[in-house]
């Protein structure tokens, strides 16, 4: 059921809007293939990274169609006047045709190269009717890279596009694309069938550059236009795809539905690929819906929370497992090649990755293996239980980077689902800088240590612990040119003007050398643990000295090669508060972190109404140029949340500003009013903000992503890990749950948790100075820790376990407040002095 409230819907399982659906996008995934669309029904071009070609239907790393469209009799079914988005699929509420209420249900199911489409016709009369449904499908066979043109770049280019050939034959619509680009690039075989279940009356296919696009006119955009909307074009300039039509007699009985599934289905390897993948998509649709449906409530069960003071939160959470579930892809036989930023396009594969599982950064033109997008986005799959997608993520990155860059321990920034790397190689460009970001390299070793502390996972740790200690060795050995122990080289602010060393990488290299030090005293690997103990114990001592700027009551954001500070205001001076030590402390000191963050809330470096109150790229007067960047991502926000969480900042104007920040903009973004910015339940890129205005009011090719994986990281980081306080230490054998309840709210409540092969059931309360705990166990056998927090300053005078007086409890001041713990029991309740 669905509940409406003004022009957005929110309930469990749908979220609906109703509002400017012609201009917001909208994704159907699946583990194999994705369908990307608009919210009306139509498919518009949109996209840049090939100009306007980045939507449709693709099973990485192929695209197989511009769109899908469907009719009844003789004309083709109108604008949608309602989208929703369901755990596992979209649907679209239709004009009614020849007497049938219409909706269409889009849905991808999962090992699938597949996405199925099924228009459900409903008869509210008393006779049976019999009806033509037609369905246009538009062909564009081409592969994820190159992209688009630009001379900077090499040949061949997305001007070399193959034309598409088309064809009618055994009751589906053929579409082929055989070759090769040219200069090096390799021969392809690509291959797009459309299909339904239900046997055809008629169909009919161009050879080549059909039109069959439904109701779209056909109208190309150039790639020089960037100022018209997307639903003003049908196709970019690269096209050369064709087109068919299939249609079926219908018959609707009397007060009853049918619905027709059309299924478009394709393959890289050929025709009879896409032939056997064809084949399982038609055979029963509505078993896989039913088996799409189950695993997306599977996955909904675990870490299901209930937040009575924050909803909004509480719909976030859930609505992020659905994000990272949709963004979740695999590729086959990935060919690694280093094309220099798309300078040398096609050079031979330096080796194959037989295949890959990752969550994908963003689309509609980020759907790759990302490196930091990937490195945040664990914290939030492993806090929503999705470990598999996490542990399979990094294997991608070690064994991508390990071919690349010939184990060298340097983490690549990005890989094409071909396997085409853009950008992450260990060497340099002629200006001297880097062909790869440090954070990425620096950050691993700790998303390796994350995963092994959440699952106890020791094969894991095994299986990763070389990749990772090469990571620092690098770091080591080849980014510390002036001997002073601050990592060198770019971090997550891609900006000009800054100095070699970054404080992200800084931070995030302590973190990792304490990681490695875990891990590696674990292994008995006393050289390792020896310096990385070491160093990591000299830097510590020395980042306050070094990064904290008095004058601006801020950490600066690099050094120059004097090791002078500069400040310049970008996000990365929250990540001393974000970033968590093994031992659970923050890196900042208590008095600046809280200073740092209290420091951020006001107009020069977080978004005010009417658009989104987040946390700038850049703080007004800041960057190189003195200009500031006021677009506010879904990233820089989480960071600001994570790092509020930390240091105890959890009121409605401190943490909770930034959670319900990415939050409402999934859901009510007051600058859409109070509409989602694209899709229902989807964290955008760039949320609607000063320096960037809103995605639904940019044009064809200057949109950013409407579902963005990291995001998550600032929803269900601060619920499961700081309100709920789950801090597994499975590795150990150890679990420590102390929940820190954001001020104003009663209680915070987390079931089925998954830690290692297990689950923990969580509700944290408070009433007055009353704060409780309350933990139950399944299939875990560890050694327990439980806990409140109290505000800074407080005492405990009664403590209760299981419901029993109890004198021996320790209380230890930390970042977060004074944190009262014992050692088992399953209940706790301490009464504040």
């Known amino acids: 059921m669905t509940l409406v409230s003004g022009t957005a819907a929110r309930a469990a399982d749908e979220v609906s809007t109703s ?214 074009c049908d196709d970019g300039p690269y096209g050369k795809g064709t087109g068919g039509e299939l249609r079926y007699s219908v018959t609707v009985p009397a007060g009853r539905s049918a619905t027709v599934w059309v299924a478009a289905a394709g393959s890289d390897q050929g025709l009879d690929a896409a032939r056997q993948e064809l084949a399982a998509a038609v055979k029963d649709p509505d078993r896989l819906f039913a088996q799409k449906l189950a695993s997306r409530a599977a996955l909904a069960s675990r870490s299901k929370v209930t937040l009575p003071g924050d909803p909004l939160l509480q719909d976030a959470v859930e609505w992020g497992k659905q994000n990272l579930a949709d963004a979740t892809q695999t590729a086959e036989n990935l060919q ?24 994908g950064a963003g689309f509609p033109d980020y759907p790759w293996l990302f490196a930091t997008d990937g490195e945040y986005t664990s914290f939030a799959g492993l806090a929503l239980g999705q470990f598999e997608t996490v542990e399979s993520h990094l294997r991608a990155l070690r064994d991508v980077s390990d071919i690349l860059n010939d184990r060298s321990g340097v983490v690549v920034h990005e890989a094409v689902q071909d396997g085409s790397i853009y950008f992450g190689h260990d060497s ?32 894991f740790r095994d299986e990763m612990y070389d990749f990772a200690k090469r990571n620092l060795l690098y770091v080591r050995d080849h980014l510390d040119a002036d001997g002073d122990g601050w990592p060198e080289g770019s971090g997550n602010v891609e900006r000009t003007g800054m100095g070699p060393e970054k404080l992200d990488n800084a931070v995030y290299y302590i973190r990792a050398l304490l990681d490695l030090a875990d891990m590696a005293k674990s292994k008995r690997d006393a050289g390792t643990l020896a310096w990385t103990t070491r160093t990591a114990r000299d830097l510590q001592q020395r980042f306050e000295s070094t990064w904290w700027s008095a004058a601006n009551n801020q950490y600066a954001d690099s050094l120059t090669d004097g090791n002078a500070q500069l400040f310049q205001k970008h996000w990365i001076g929250q990540v001393p508060m974000e970033a968590e030590l093994a031992d659970g402390s923050g890196l900042a000191s ?112 200057c949109r950013s992503m ?106 230890a001041t930390t970042d977060r407040g004074v944190e009262v713990t014992v050692k088992g029991g399953r209940s706790l309740t301490v009464n504040a002095g």
């Open 19 to 232: 509002d400017r659906l012609q201009d917001r996008r909208e994704i159907a995934s699946g583990t194999r293939a994705y369908s990307v669309g608009f919210e009306d029904g139509r498919f518009y071009a949109n996209g840049w990274h090939i100009t306007g070609e980045m939507g449709g239907v693709w099973t990485p790393p192929m695209k197989m169609l511009d769109g899908i469209w469907f009719g009844v009799g003789d004309q083709w079914a109108g604008q949608a006047t309602k989208f929703t988005s369901g755990k596992g699929y979209v649907r679209y509420d239709l004009p009614p045709l020849s007497g049938l209420s219409l909706r269409r249900t889009d849905f991808v199911p999962d090992g699938r190269r597949a996405a199925l489409y099924g228009l459900e016709l409903s008869n509210p009369g008393g006779t049976a009717k019999t009806v033509t449904v037609k369905v246009d499908a538009h062909s564009e066979l081409m592969g994820s890279w190159p992209w688009g043109t630009d001379p900077n770049r090499g040949t061949p280019d997305a001007s070399a596009n193959i034309p598409d050939k088309g064809a009618y034959s055994d009751g589906a619509l053929v579409f082929t694309d055989d070759g090769s680009l040219g200069d090096g690039a390799p021969e392809h075989h690509y291959a797009a069938l459309v299909a339904s279940d239900r046997t055809p009356a008629s169909g009919e296919a161009a050879a080549t550059g059909g039109g069959y696009r439904g109701p779209q006119p056909g109208k190309v955009c150039a790639a020089s236009d960037g100022t018209s909307m997307p639903s003003a």
């Open 336 to 359: 690694i090649r280093w094309t220099n930023q798309g300078k040398q396009q096609f050079p031979p594969p330096l080796g194959t990755v037989k295949s890959a599982t990752w969550f």
């Open 428 to 459: 340099k460009q002629a200006n001297g800088t880097n062909d790869f970001n440090t954070d990425e390299t620096v950050k691993f070793p700790s998303i390796v240590a994350l995963v092994w502390r959440w699952t106890g996972d020791d094969r």
């Open 590 to 701: 208590t008095e600046h972190g809280r200073t740092a963050l209290a420091g951020r809330e006001n107009s020069t470096y977080s978004g005010d109404r009417p658009y989104n109150q987040g946390l700038f790229h850049t703080g007004r007067g800041g960057g190189a140029d003195g200009k500031g960047d006021l677009s506010i991502f879904s990233l820089n926000t989480s960071i600001q949340a994570v790092g509020d969480g930390n240091y105890g900042r959890m009121g409605a104007g401190q943490q909770q500003r930034y959670t319900d920040a990415n939050a409402e903009t999934m859901f009510s973004e007051p600058a859409t009013n109070g509409t989602p910015d694209e899709q229902p339940g989807a964290m955008p890129e760039i949320l609607p903000s000063e320096g960037f205005g809103k995605n639904i009011d940019r044009c064809w090719t």
């Open 706 to 811: 409407f579902l963005q994986a990291w995001g998550t990281y600032g929803t269900a980081w601060p619920v499961i890990h700081q309100q709920l306080g789950v801090r597994p230490a499975l590795n150990a054998g150890k679990l420590a749950i102390v929940p820190q309840i954001p001020d104003g709210q009663p209680s915070v409540k987390g079931e089925d948790i998954r830690l290692g092969g297990g689950s923990a059931t969580v509700i944290g309360a408070r009433s007055g100075k009353r704060y409780s705990t309350r933990v139950s166990l399944e299939h875990l056998r560890v050694k327990l820790t439980l806990g409140v927090t109290l505000p800074p300053g407080s005492t405990a005078s009664s403590v209760y376990v299981d419901g029993r007086r109890v004198k021996k409890f320790a209380t």
